[in-house]
């Protein structure tokens, strides 16, 4: 009683008298058995991380944090919501990489998942095998995915399919999709995955997969966290890789770029030795240094170079492919390189080439990240915007969107990316959505912006959207993120029936992840 007494003053203390209604919300939280009190926060601290994300856009103030010690934590919580007739919402919070809001639950409880961590006790990545489905490995859902990589390759493997950031939770991409440069071949991280065990909406722990629990398991995969908390992932291994052979191309045509992106994925069997591993592509403007903070490449001798013909084109395009070897096949692979990037048709004299360690390559981004962080520069706002196009509108997607839009307001800052993939290896049956044709291409506008103007990035992500909708160009978000229930059915289009009906199924009560702002 003293406890309650005592947890419920703090409480109050910290989120202040404002909210009459808060005894009404807590106590049945805290009448949980399964719930240590002191598991479920409210102090400034927590509170404050659990209201902001990397977006630095959006804030909403939750009433409490959860940092569970077990699964039973969380099943507890969402059980206890469910008692009430007007339950309070739950958001699980993974690294908080959204950008607008979906890992927040205004006056509700977030979910620190990263607590579980601490718990886990070195049980959150175990890598097995068996004769099946070969190696895999049982990843908890708060992990983060950089350090998937480094337990996993303590065994010799890793797994295929990555973002290119990865200091991401497994919870998180897997709630979106997970893409990078190596989904035209293996498709999203959705694609590579086993089995879950998911806590669904009224609090049941599930165990899922394609032959077990199926509708749950396709429900969680790019379900934006409508359905249930991921608490563990079963993701698909292949051995490690050493080094890799890093290509960069420039292109001042963008039809013979994109012709050249769509050529190089056509060869993308999963066992096809002659496929690349990795084929992205981004743009470069007048932004000064061709290197930004997703990937430091041109070397600096050639800067002046690289810039020179960006003047004179104002856009110029960059091919990026890769090819993973060990020490044994790096003939072979040069030889492979060579096969595939003959004949392709970007500007002479500019191909750049590195070869680098396989962990460096995958953890790219890291190192662009701390150089912004040590100049404050990495925790400002991200007014990011993130699509799909399909392949037949990417020149018009081009001509309206990059040639006018974009070169015109010239407010541009932050990597631009533009690359290809393939329909068919992605899961119609998940969650996730996609255009609907064979070939389509993700953009991604990766802003960074200064606290008092980023609202003007974000009314050109409006005007780009607009723009779509007006000439017919049938993109749709990726990392969506809209304000009406009437978006949201537009975004899943024939997928909405199935969605919601799953809503139903696995969080009647509407309970879960309340800032992707689909049900409530
Ligand atoms: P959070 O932001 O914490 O949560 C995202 C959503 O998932 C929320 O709705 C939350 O409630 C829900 N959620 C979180 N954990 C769980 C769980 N365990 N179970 C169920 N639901 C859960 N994405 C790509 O695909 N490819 C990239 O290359 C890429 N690069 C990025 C680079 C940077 C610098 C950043 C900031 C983001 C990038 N993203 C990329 C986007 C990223 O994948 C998503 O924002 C992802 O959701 C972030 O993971 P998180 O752990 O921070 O999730």
């Known amino acids: ?261 769509e050529r190089l994925i056509k060869i993308n069997g999963r066992k096809d030795k002659n496929a690349l591993d990795y084929l992205e592509g981004s743009l470069l403007m007048n932004q000064g240094s061709p290197n930004n903070w997703r990937s430091s490449f041109f070397p600096r001798s050639d800067h002046s170079r690289i810039i020179s013909k960006v003047t004179e084109h104002k856009i110029i395009y960059c091919l990026e492919v890769a090819k993973l070897y060990d020490d044994r096949s790096k003939t072979t692979v040069d030889k492979v390189l060579q096969v595939l990037l003959q004949g392709l048709s970007f500007e002479p004299g500019f191909m750049f080439e590195k070869d680098v360690a396989y962990v460096d390559f995958v953890d790219r981004v890291r190192g662009g990240e701390l150089k912004l962080q040590s100049q404050g520069l990495w925790e400002v706002p991200h007014p990011w915007l993130n699509l799909f196009i399909p392949k037949s509108r990417v020149s018009d997607f081009n001509a309206g969107v990059f040639r006018e839009i974009v070169l015109k307001r010239n407010i541009t800052t932050g990597p631009v990316l533009l690359y290809p993939m393939n329909r068919n290896k992605w899961d119609d049956r998940t969650s996730a959505v996609i255009p609907d044709e064979d070939v389509f291409y993700t953009v991604g506008f990766l802003h960074s912006s200064g606290f008092d103007d980023w609202e003007s990035f974000d009314q050109q992500n409006k005007d780009i959207l607009q723009f779509c909708e007006d000439v017919g160009i049938e993109v749709k978000q990726y990392l969506p993120h809209y304000k009406t229930q009437e978006d949201w059915m537009k975004h899943f289009g024939s997928k909405w029936r199935t969605f919601n009906e799953r809503k139903s199924m696995f969080d009647p009560k509407k309970i879960l992840s309340p800032g992707q702002r689909i049900f409530n």
């Open 1 to 261: 009683y003293f406890m309650i007494i005592f947890v419920i003053s703090r409480l109050l203390l910290t989120l202040g008298k404002s909210k009459p209604w808060i005894s009404s919300v807590i106590p049945p939280i805290l009448s949980t058995k399964d719930i240590g009190l002191h598991k479920l926060r409210g102090d400034p601290e927590a509170i404050k991380l659990a209201s902001t994300d990397f977006g630095h856009i959006v804030r909403e103030i939750p009433l409490a944090v959860l940092d569970p010690s077990s699964t039973n934590d969380i099943v507890g919580l969402i059980k206890s919501a469910n008692d009430l007739s007007v339950p309070f919402k739950i958001a699980a919070r993974g690294h908080g990489h959204s950008v607008h809001g979906q890992a927040m639950a205004q006056n509700g409880v977030v979910v620190n998942m990263a607590a579980l961590k601490t718990y886990r006790s070195g049980t959150g990545i175990v890598v097995s095998g068996d004769p099946s489905l070969g190696y895999y490995a049982d990843v908890g859902g708060e992990q983060l995915w950089i350090d998937v990589l480094h337990a996993t390759l303590e065994h010799g493997f890793a797994p295929v399919s990555w973002t290119d950031y990865l200091y991401l939770t497994v919870g998180g991409t897997l709630s979106n999709a997970g893409i990078s440069g190596q989904t035209f071949r293996y498709g999203p991280q959705i694609s590579n995955v086993y089995e879950l065990d998911v806590i669904t909406g009224k609090g049941e722990f599930v165990t899922c997969s394609v032959h077990k629990n199926s509708e749950l398991f396709y429900a969680a995969l790019g379900g934006l966290g409508q359905f249930g908390i991921i608490v563990r992932a079963r993701i698909a291994l292949e051995p490690a890789p050493k080094r890799v052979k890093w290509v960069r191309m420039l292109y001042s045509d963008f039809s013979a770029f994109s012709r050249d992106q």
